[in-house]
């Protein structure tokens, strides 16, 4: 499982299992904290402390396209690109 983007200690990972996966999405952990956020940032399901999802979102919305390319590279099997972090 491939590490796309790191920062603040929140590290962002995209991984595809065809059978498993619906909708375009990916991981985030922070600590003991684990959740998955749709590819805009939105949150889906898991454990964030909040601040920590308010600083996955403003990753997500100022890398919304590098994210969607990823998320295809993943699909394609392909190696997926790394993400600059927030600054």
Not at 13 to 28: D, G, K, L, Q, V
Not at 45 to 59: Q, V
Not at 76 to 81: E, F, G, T, Y
Request: proline share 5%.
């Amino acid at each position: 499982m491939p590490i796309v983007s790191s920062f603040y200690g929140i590290k962002i990972y995209i991984y595809w299992f065809e059978e498993r996966h619906h909708t375009p999405h990916f991981h985030a952990y922070y600590s003991e904290f684990q959740a998955t956020f749709a590819l805009d940032g939105e949150f889906i399901k898991g454990r964030m402390p909040k601040t920590a999802k308010k600083l996955i979102k403003r990753w997500a919305l100022e890398n919304h396209t590098e994210i969607c390319y990823a998320w295809e590279e993943a699909i394609k099997d392909l190696p997926i690109r790394t993400i600059r972090g927030l600054l």
